[in-house]
């Protein structure tokens, strides 16, 4: 299947905490994509990671990813309230992008 | 980057009405696609709006019932036809291209009585 599987699917943490969420598929990884929603932005795209790539960062987040795994995690440092929303991850070597179940973060003041 | 618009934003609608949704992008992309997304629930890929030719229906979706047009590269529309209550969703339409990171309109939210 394209769909990945997003691990938690809720995390809960208060505001400057890290929060580290993960990613993983059945079938081989080419590009792989984050994307947060939330009710007051949409979705939204983060960080795109390629196969070639084993981690990336931009700005409060690192991405990692193990292609002999087919898995990626998603960190986010110092988080804030503002970061709650819903957090998915999209293998993109498909002319089609499959979402998953994605990870819901809510971050408390 | 692009960015997308769609129209209208939200509409409540009869049972056995269409509406039709219309999703512009600000320049030129190669890929648009249309998106549900059910009260909780994750994206489904409904179909890939072709430009110029049928769109491509992922299972479970046929062109009777969803309808999509693609006259060029920025521009789409989606039809929900013969709508039920189990319609009511939020549909989004997205468009970049293969392989990088789609850009995504801010969805349009039907409520089907």
């Known amino acids: 299947s394209q769909q990945g599987e997003e691990d938690p699917q809720a995390l809960s943490i208060q505001e400057g905490e890290n929060a580290t969420m993960n990613c993983s598929y059945k079938?081989?990884?080419?590009?792989l994509q984050w994307y947060r929603q939330n009710s007051g932005r949409g979705l939204v795209h983060l960080i795109l990671?390629?196969?070639?790539?084993r981690e990336k960062h931009s700005g409060r987040l690192r991405v990692t990813l193990d292609t002999s795994k087919k898995s990626s995690s998603l960190l986010i440092t110092a988080s804030r309230a503002a970061d709650t929303a819903s957090y998915f991850c999209?293998?993109?070597?498909?002319?089609?992008?499959?979402f998953g179940k994605g990870t819901m973060l809510l971050v408390s003041p | 980057s692009a960015v997308i618009s769609q129209k209208p934003s939200r509409d409540i609608c009869q049972r056995g009405t269409s509406l039709t949704i219309q999703c512009q992008v600000d320049s030129q992309v190669t890929m648009m696609f249309w998106y549900r997304q059910q009260p909780g629930q994750s994206l489904t890929l409904i179909a890939t709006a072709n430009q110029g030719s049928e769109a491509t229906y992922e299972s479970g979706f046929v062109i009777d019932k969803f309808p999509i047009s693609r006259p060029n590269l920025t521009f789409s529309t989606l039809t929900v036809s013969n709508m039920s209550p189990e319609d009511s969703s939020i549909y989004l339409c997205s468009g970049g291209e293969q392989g990088n990171e789609q850009f995504f309109g801010p969805g349009t939210r039907l409520t089907v009585l």
């Open positions: 990671i390629r196969s070639n790539e």
């Open positions: 079938t081989s990884i080419n590009n």
């Open positions: 999209v293998n993109s070597g498909y002319s089609t992008l499959t």
